[in-house]
């Protein structure tokens, strides 16, 4: 039975694929973990999440696939349950960009490594490209990826100093002058702050984050 996955899963398993063991965080059903392993995007996985009840889910998915010696699952925080060099490719999706920023500066700080991270904040990318860069990493993909009429950030990264960025860079990330979607979103998001600036002109923030967009907008290539 193939798994079937949405346009974000998708383009996370792609950026995962080629690993010895996955590390899934917060797997909650599985799906993710069960198609690398299942499609061959990765030899082995672990599955974490901080739920039991949730961890189960992934692991009658992987009975029913036939595949549960090879997905284990693991109940923690984070990448707590995760040994320094058990994993080479570390996946953390669907949580807000502070939690994730906070789990990557946890596992740093207790020496983990890995040879690539893929990172799928809903909210706050800048606040992971920031830790990114703090700690030794370069993105090798940032990307705004469409699904379910929503838009989401999905990036890629492997050890090594990142180079100088601009702050249209850390708030949209360094591929976002070629990135279509990006483009899109970023007009969408710039009519909804003029029409509320309409209505309240001196909203500051609000303003700020419209120059951001218009100057952004004017640096994209497409």
């Known amino acids: 039975m193939p798994i079937r996955l949405d346009e974000r899963l998708t383009e996370i398993a792609r950026l995962a694929a080629g690993a010895h063991t996955v ?12 198609y690398l392993v299942q499609t061959g995007g990765a030899e082995r ?11 189960k889910k ?3 998915l992987a009975e029913k696939l036939g595949i549960d010696d090879l997905v284990e ?5 984070g990448l707590d349950p995760v040994g ?7 996946v953390i999706a ?20 890995f040879r690539r991270l893929v990172l799928a904040p ?4 800048e606040r992971v490209r920031e830790t990114l860069w703090r700690t030794g990493h370069t993105e090798t993909a940032d990307r705004t990826v469409a699904c379910g009429g929503k838009r989401y950030t999905v990036i890629a990264a492997e050890q090594g100093d990142a180079p100088e960025h601009t702050a249209e860079e850390l708030a949209f990330g360094r591929s976002f002058r070629t990135d279509a979607a990006f483009v899109a979103s970023a ?23 419209a120059e951001m967009l218009k100057k952004a907008l004017e640096e994209c290539e497409i």
């Open 23 to 34: 590390c899934d965080v917060g797997s909650d059903h599985g799906k993710l973990a069960c």
């Open 45 to 55: 996985a672990i599955a974490t999440d901080i739920s039991a009840p949730s961890l």
């Open 58 to 60: 992934a692991e009658v």
């Open 73 to 77: 699952t693991r109940v923690g925080d």
């Open 84 to 90: 320094a060099e058990e994993a080479d490719v570390a």
């Open 94 to 113: 669907g949580m807000g960009g502070d939690l994730i920023a906070r789990i990557l500066e946890r596992a740093h700080a207790q020496g983990k490594r």
């Open 122 to 125: 809903n909210t706050h990318a």
């Open 187 to 209: 007009k969408e998001e710039l009519g909804a702050l003029e029409r509320a600036l309409a209505d309240n002109p001196s909203a500051e923030k609000l303003a700020a984050r």
